[in-house]
């Protein structure tokens, strides 16, 4: 991972407010794969992993299934889709972002009248 910060699923795992079971299952699942592994074989991350991480938290917060956000991530252009799921009305506030790491460990979306 050359000079990036390289974290292990344990720092992860408490950086995001997960398990490392969590972490484990979206690497068998392939919606979060470590960047590298250790000579070891322990699973690294680097910090894109970690914003991917808070990505894919702040969409399991508003209830998103795992497969719609691994393919609203992993989508062509993912910047500009919005899931049918999501109402355009919707404030979705997701918390602010330092760095990667979401600073609101529940979030929530409430449908406007």
């Given at each position: 991972?050359?000079?990036?910060?390289?974290?292990?699923?344990?720092?992860?795992?408490?950086?995001?407010?997960?398990?490392?079971?969590?972490?484990?299952?979206?690497?068998?699942?392939e919606?979060?794969?470590?960047?590298?592994?250790?000579?070891?074989?322990?699973?690294l991350?680097?910090?894109?992993?970690?914003?991917?991480?808070?990505?894919?938290?702040?969409?399991?917060?508003?209830?998103?299934?795992?497969?719609?956000?691994?393919?609203?991530?992993?989508?062509?252009?993912?910047?500009?889709?919005?899931?049918?799921?999501?109402?355009?009305?919707?404030?979705?506030?997701?918390?602010?972002?330092?760095?990667?790491?979401?600073?609101?460990?529940?979030?929530?979306?409430?449908?406007?009248s």
């Amino acid at each position: 991972m050359n000079e990036q910060q390289a974290y292990t699923i344990g720092q992860l795992a408490k950086l995001g407010g997960v398990t490392t079971k969590t972490l484990r299952h979206y690497d068998r699942i392939e919606l979060l794969r470590p960047s590298s592994r250790s000579n070891a074989g322990y699973r690294l991350y680097s910090s894109e992993d970690g914003r991917r991480l808070a990505e894919i938290l702040a969409y399991r917060a508003i209830d998103m299934p795992l497969n719609q956000i691994a393919q609203l991530l992993d989508g062509s252009d993912s910047s500009t889709s919005t899931p049918a799921s999501i109402p355009a009305s919707a404030p979705v506030a997701l918390g602010v972002q330092t760095g990667w790491q979401l600073t609101c460990r529940t979030c929530k979306v409430s449908a406007r009248s």
